[in-house]
């Protein structure tokens, strides 16, 4: 299981080998992330598994849906991957799920998580919207007292740069824009407006989700942090 540190990629230097090697929860986290991408949502996607990595429930983003599985949000800006996982998992059961997703939770899901039965959070990609919005431990001694959910991520190879970058294929609008550019995500917004210009988005979306990875490896690739850093 990849942990969200960065350091296999100098094992696995194809995007297939990398793919094949990322753990289920993680293809499927992806797989639903791409589904939301392909019918107009914003793209996110989450599963929860048990702490062996059977998958209890895999969801997407739901934002711009007319419908939904039975007990899953849609249509409204309640409906993200994280919320329509969690919103499918019993009440009350032992915290000891681990949720894999495939960007950094916002405050609302953190806190959907933090009520449901989920011991730890991979994240694949870094969101700087949200960036330390996961600890509730100030607001109260009781939140202080709890243990705490884990978090690993974000992932430091270009698994965790697609997370960022699908995400961004969805216009958050020019205020939203001019903070990410801010925030160091210049060049990906670049490269999303790139393939927006030159009709790539519809040729991304007839593809499966590992072949856009191949697709994009070459963007990912640069984008990557390790590559910007040479």
Not at 40 to 65: E, F, L, M, S, W
Not at 139 to 155: D, F, K
Not at 202 to 227: C, E, G
């Amino acid at each position: 299981m990849f942990d969200g540190h960065p350091g296999g990629e100098e094992r696995q230097t194809t995007p297939t080998a990398i793919w094949s090697g990322l753990d289920n929860a993680w293809q499927e986290a992806f797989r639903q992330a791409w589904e939301a991408f392909r019918t107009g949502n914003i793209a996110v996607g989450a599963c929860a598994t048990t702490p062996d990595g059977a998958v209890v429930h895999a969801a997407r983003n739901r934002v711009a849906d007319s419908h939904a599985p039975v007990g899953e949000v849609f249509g409204s800006s309640l409906a993200h991957a994280e919320v329509n996982v969690v919103a499918r998992l019993s009440f009350g059961k032992r915290k000891e799920l681990v949720l894999t997703t495939t960007l950094e939770p916002c405050l609302q899901c953190s806190t959907v998580v933090r009520l449901g039965p989920i011991a730890t959070v991979r994240f694949a990609g870094a969101d700087p919207l949200w960036e330390g919005c996961h600890d509730f431990s100030p607001l109260s001694q009781r939140e202080a007292a709890r243990t705490h959910v884990e978090m690993i991520g974000p992932r430091g190879d270009v698994v965790g740069v697609f997370g960022t970058l699908i995400s961004r294929f969805w216009d958050h609008g020019p205020k939203v824009q001019e903070f990410l550019r801010a925030s160091g995500e210049a060049d990906s917004l670049n490269l999303v407006r790139e393939l927006k210009a030159s009709g790539t988005m519809p040729k991304l979306a007839a593809m499966d989700v590992d072949v856009a990875f191949a697709y994009l490896w070459p963007q990912l690739k640069a984008l990557s942090p390790r590559s910007k850093a040479r």
